[in-house]
């Protein structure tokens, strides 16, 4: 059963088009035509989505896959994505899922009420919008977590925050977490590699710490394409010097993919070199995805040095924080604990 409702940010224009105002790309529509997220197509000079409660992926994820590693650590989240996302990018995992409409795949019909009775049946800590971009399935997001929000159950964001502000605004109260891809610190790459912009996702960050949304933020290291030093550099300044010190920055292990299918693994000592980067810069929480068993997927103290939580990929080994302090030193810790 696919469902399909009215847009919520969009414009009408003459001759029946349309202007949708939910993302930067802010797309002009005629009659029949989809925008470039796949999920929106204008309908008689209605803009409707028909990602609206009809995810193709609905999973029990530990929290910690998103990745979100300093909130709620060892709970489980309840993971949906529809088909469709308003990015194209050349490395992108879910390719198969993100580049289709909903139209095309088949999915379940889950409205956010049985969402909701979903997370609870599963004892999930929180409901995650994950694996495309929820920008794209973004009705359906805000929706669920109103309702989430309503029965005790936290909302995250995992998303690429290619995003207007006033949608983002209206969707930041119900937001607990998020992480948000910052997948290079160079417009022209962003514009070549996904189809994007950079302010815009600035923007979004700035306004989901206003909102005190819990933020980690994932910056893929692809070889070629974003691992220039003096562009992490760089972003890792702009980071620091807008209060993000204390988030936790995950430089992550690309592997060949989609259409990047001959670019090489990142070099683990080309993520290391970036580690060390982001600390000399000030991040205090700096973080290695992709490369299991490596000891920069543990958390240490900034004070003391020793290890507050040690992980293995998905999970947690060792868990030395005492009411959200180093258990050794007394330190807070950044992040939202039990």
């Known amino acids: 059963m696919k469902t399909k409702i009215?847009?919520?940010?969009?414009?009408?224009?003459?001759?029946?088009?349309?202007?949708?105002?939910?993302?930067?790309?802010?797309?002009?529509?005629?009659?029949?035509q989809f925008g470039i997220c796949k999920t929106r197509i204008n309908e008689n000079g209605i803009l409707y989505?028909?990602?609206?409660?009809?995810?193709?992926?609905?999973?029990?994820?530990?929290?910690?896959?998103?990745?979100?590693?300093?909130?709620?650590?060892?709970?489980?989240?309840?993971?949906?994505?529809?088909?469709?996302?308003?990015?194209?990018?050349?490395?992108?995992?879910?390719?198969?899922?993100?580049?289709?409409?909903?139209?095309?795949?088949?999915?379940?019909?889950?409205?956010?009420?049985?969402?909701?009775?979903?997370?609870?049946?599963?004892?999930?800590?929180?409901?995650?919008?994950?694996?495309?971009?929820?920008?794209?399935?973004?009705?359906?997001?805000?929706?669920?977590?109103?309702?989430?929000?309503?029965?005790?159950?936290?909302?995250?964001?995992?998303?690429?925050?290619?995003?207007?502000?006033?949608?983002?605004?209206?969707?930041?109260?119900?937001?607990?977490?998020?992480?948000?891809?910052l997948k290079s610190f160079d417009d022209k790459i962003y514009r070549r590699l996904n189809a994007g912009r950079l302010e815009p996702v600035l923007r979004t960050l700035k306004v989901l710490k206003e909102y005190n949304v819990w933020i980690e933020i994932t910056n893929l290291v692809i070889p070629g394409w974003t691992d220039d030093m003096d562009m992490i550099r760089k972003m890792c300044r702009w980071l620091v010097e807008n209060g993000f010190d204390e988030n936790p920055l995950h430089f992550?292990?690309?592997?060949?993919?989609?259409?990047?299918?001959?670019?090489?693994?990142t070099p683990v000592s080309t993520l290391e070199k970036a580690i060390e980067i982001a600390k000399q810069e000030g991040m205090k929480y700096v973080f290695i995805g992709n490369v299991w068993g490596h000891e920069a997927e543990s958390t240490y103290c900034p004070n003391c040095g020793r290890k507050v939580i040690g992980r293995v990929g998905f999970s947690v080994t060792e868990y030395n924080l005492d009411h959200g302090k180093c258990k050794f030193c007394g330190t807070p810790i950044a992040g939202v604990w039990e």
Not at 23 to 31: A, D, F, M, Q
Request: contains cysteine.
């Open 6 to 32: 009215e847009a919520k940010y969009y414009k009408k224009l003459e001759d029946n088009k349309v202007q949708c105002t939910l993302c930067p790309h802010n797309c002009i529509l005629k009659p029949n």
């Open 252 to 265: 992550s292990r690309f592997h060949p993919t989609y259409k990047l299918p001959d670019t090489p693994p």
């Open 49 to 181: 989505t028909v990602a609206y409660a009809n995810p193709v992926a609905v999973h029990l994820d530990p929290i910690e896959k998103k990745p979100l590693i300093h909130f709620y650590p060892r709970t489980s989240a309840l993971s949906i994505a529809t088909a469709g996302c308003n990015l194209s990018c050349k490395n992108c995992q879910n390719w198969e899922i993100s580049q289709s409409s909903p139209l095309d795949l088949d999915s379940y019909y889950l409205p956010p009420e049985k969402v909701v009775e979903l997370a609870k049946q599963y004892k999930a800590k929180s409901i995650a919008y994950t694996y495309t971009d929820p920008v794209a399935f973004y009705e359906y997001t805000l929706e669920t977590a109103k309702l989430a929000h309503k029965h005790g159950i936290k909302n995250v964001f995992i998303s690429a925050g290619f995003i207007n502000e006033e949608p983002l605004r209206e969707l930041a109260p119900y937001l607990d977490a998020a992480n948000i891809d």
